[in-house]
């Protein structure tokens, strides 16, 4: 597609139910970013992707967040046992290589799933 | 640190120019980036300047640099309501493989 996708665009659930949330990158684009954005936190990295390489998932807040990379291209963030603390808008990200210092960093954002925890 | 601080709030009125603020810690900040935010929407890449640049300019925003202070800011001249969105700033670094730090965004208001 012509840019970054993800789905569901909203998703409301049960303290304590797990969840998956899913993202498209850019076709071609070999780093993928999961963001979180909440109130009073501001955007928060979660975890990076680089083509073959091991994931950086040094902003993930709790082992109750999990994220795979499936082929090079769909992400998806699966949170366990959800706390009303993990709503928020969760964010990716994709860019072409990933580099950092290089412009090819720039990152583009899909519109974000919109995450209530009851 | 980490931090990248922005003021949270702008208030303007359409036609005048606004000018966002922001200051990072780090001096390995390589790129130096603006998005917008629409509500209910993602971030938007604006624009972004490299780290030995001082000023870029595109159409109708201007990026300043001052790396000695560690302070960027965005002009947009002649603000229109459509401008009315969410401005963060955020940092790329080389110490960190790829990930942003943003700042905590400053709400700009654009009255007619």
């Known amino acids: 597609g012509a840019g970054v996708s993800q789905s569901p665009s909203n998703k409301v659930t049960e303290k304590g139910k797990d969840v998956e949330l899913r993202c498209d990158p850019i076709s071609g684009h070999t780093a993928l970013y999961w963001y979180r954005q909440s109130l009073g936190q501001g955007l928060e990295f979660l975890i990076y992707?680089?083509?073959?390489?091991?994931?950086?998932k040094s902003g993930l807040p709790s082992d109750r967040f999990s994220a795979e990379r499936t082929g090079g291209s769909v992400s998806t963030l699966t949170i366990q046992r959800t706390q009303q603390e993990d709503s928020a808008v969760y964010l990716c990200?994709?860019?072409?290589?990933?580099?950092?210092?290089?412009?090819?960093?720039?990152?583009?954002f899909g519109p974000g799933t919109r995450l209530t925890v009851l | 640190g980490e931090d990248v601080e922005q003021s949270l709030f702008l208030s303007v009125r359409e036609g005048d120019s606004s000018v966002i603020n922001c200051t990072y810690t780090d001096s390995s900040s390589t790129y130096l980036y603006w998005y917008k935010q629409e509500p209910g929407a993602g971030l938007q890449l604006l624009t972004y300047?490299?780290?030995?640049?001082d000023m870029k300019q595109d159409q109708r925003l201007t990026v300043l640099l001052n790396k000695k202070d560690k302070h960027l800011s965005l002009r947009i001249a002649d603000t229109q309501t459509g401008d009315s969105a969410i401005y963060f700033c955020?940092?790329?670094?080389?110490?960190?493989?790829?990930?942003?730090?943003f700042g905590q965004g400053t709400t700009l208001q654009v009255k007619p």
């Open positions: 300047i490299f780290s030995n640049m």
């Open positions: 992707f680089q083509g073959n390489s091991a994931p950086d």
């Open positions: 990200a994709s860019s072409p290589k990933g580099l950092a210092g290089a412009i090819t960093d720039t990152q583009y």
């Open positions: 955020a940092e790329s670094r080389l110490s960190n493989t790829g990930k942003l730090i």
